[in-house]
């Protein structure tokens, strides 16, 4: 039996088929590896300041005149009591404190100062750092070129800290001064520092 031509290379084409058709396969990918994760940077801690506090405070103070006729030191306590207001990182607040006094001697001494101040802070989650400013006025034992009771300003830093949503403490420190006491030409100074406790509405 004889092959022709054409009969021997449709069988060539055959068997070859299935060859050619293995090299066509698709190519396989390289695997990519996973990306990494991005590291997320966690939100500074903030919190709500807003509302109305009452609370106390103790500490110590000392004064002095601007002629050395009076140069003394000794403990203060009193009551304060505020109200701010959280604008995100900034707070804002006023507040109005009474403190009585030990800083005497034996001719004189200041009974009290009364203060209303402004205060201004820094939200910083749990920690409240703030500048504070205001009016003060102080109450002698004693009149002091006919008067007992002397107009000033004062102005200071504290800080507070947040032990829970209702309960705040901190401490504060204030400088104190009153001119021309009585119609003289005696200055009072006075510096303050007290830790404070306070009930927050």
Same mark, same amino acid.
């Given at each position: 039996?004889?092959?022709?031509?054409?009969?021997?290379?449709?069988?060539?084409?055959?068997?070859?088929?299935?060859?050619?058709?293995?090299?066509?396969?698709?190519?396989?990918?390289?695997?990519?590896?996973?990306?990494?994760?991005?590291?997320?940077?966690?939100?500074?801690?903030?919190?709500?300041?807003? =509302?109305?506090?009452? #609370? !106390?405070? /103790?500490? $110590?103070?000392? &004064?002095?005149?601007?002629?050395?006729?009076? @140069? %003394?030191?000794?403990?203060?306590?009193?009551?304060?009591?505020?109200?701010?207001?959280?604008?995100?990182?900034?707070?804002?607040?006023?507040?109005?404190?009474?403190?009585?006094?030990?800083?005497?001697?034996?001719?004189?001494?200041?009974?009290?100062?009364?203060?209303?101040?402004?205060?201004? =802070?820094?939200?910083? #989650? !749990?920690? /409240?750092? $703030?500048?504070? &400013?205001?009016?003060?006025?102080?109450?002698? @034992? %004693?009149?002091?070129?006919?008067?007992?009771?002397?107009?000033?300003?004062?102005?200071?830093?504290?800080?507070?800290?947040?032990?829970?949503?209702?309960?705040?403490?901190?401490?504060?420190?204030?400088?104190?001064?009153?001119?021309?006491?009585?119609?003289?030409?005696?200055?009072?100074?006075?510096?303050?520092?007290?830790?404070?406790?306070?009930?927050?509405?």
């Amino acid at each position: 039996m004889k092959f022709s031509t054409s009969t021997l290379a449709l069988a060539l084409g055959v068997v070859a088929a299935p060859a050619f058709a293995g090299g066509l396969a698709a190519p396989v990918a390289d695997p990519v590896a996973p990306a990494a994760p991005v590291a997320v940077a966690p939100a500074a801690p903030v919190s709500d300041w807003t =509302g109305a506090y009452v #609370g !106390a405070q /103790l500490g $110590y103070g000392q &004064a002095e005149t601007s002629d050395d006729g009076f @140069d %003394e030191d000794g403990a203060v306590y009193g009551a304060q009591a505020g109200y701010n207001y959280d604008f995100g990182r900034f707070v804002l607040g006023g507040e109005l404190d009474y403190v009585g006094t030990e800083i005497d001697n034996d001719d004189n001494g200041i009974d009290g100062v009364a203060r209303a101040k402004l205060r201004a =802070g820094y939200d910083a #989650g !749990a920690f /409240l750092p $703030y500048v504070t &400013a205001g009016y003060a006025s102080a109450y002698t @034992d %004693e009149e002091i070129g006919g008067d007992d009771q002397f107009d000033g300003y004062v102005y200071g830093a504290g800080l507070d800290y947040k032990v829970s949503e209702n309960i705040v403490v901190g401490g504060e420190v204030l400088q104190h001064e009153f001119e021309d006491l009585g119609n003289t030409d005696v200055d009072l100074d006075a510096t303050t520092a007290a830790m404070r406790v306070s009930y927050k509405f």
